[in-house]
């Protein structure tokens, strides 16, 4: 049975850090895509993050471009994502997923078979 689960959520002044850590387990997920998502209070889940973990391959959401960095251990099979330079808008509830598509790295909630519980993040202005 697969398994993630976040941690390293918290409460952060604007411009602060934060990094959010995805222990997965249940499988082997060398062949996988890791992604990151968040919701906010009234608002969709939307994508911000996912790494292939062969190949290391990463897209990010452009509302976290250069501020947010995703990366992978595959002895843990931990994922992280750090976050910097932090806005209030950042502010939501951030939710691992794995998906075994063997191409593509998808940006859709539909696409993700496997979720966590989630992390709530709050930036405060």
């Known amino acids: 049975q697969v398994r993630l689960v976040e941690s390293g959520g918290g409460l952060v002044q604007a411009g602060g850090s934060l990094r959010l850590s995805c222990a997965a387990s249940g499988r082997t997920f060398s062949s996988y895509v890791m992604g990151w998502f968040r919701q906010a209070p009234g608002k969709e889940r939307e994508f911000v993050a996912a790494i292939r973990w062969s190949g290391s391959t990463t897209s990010y959401a452009d509302s976290v471009k250069g501020r947010f960095t995703i990366s992978g251990d595959n002895a843990k099979n931990t994922v992280y994502l750090q976050m910097n330079s932090l806005k209030p808008e950042d502010t939501a509830v951030y939710y691992c997923?794995?998906?075994?598509?063997?191409?593509?790295?998808?940006?859709?909630?539909?696409?993700?078979?496997?979720w966590g519980q989630g992390t709530q993040v709050t930036v405060s202005s």
């Open positions: 997923a794995a998906d075994s598509s063997p191409y593509t790295i998808p940006t859709t909630t539909g696409s993700y078979e496997h």
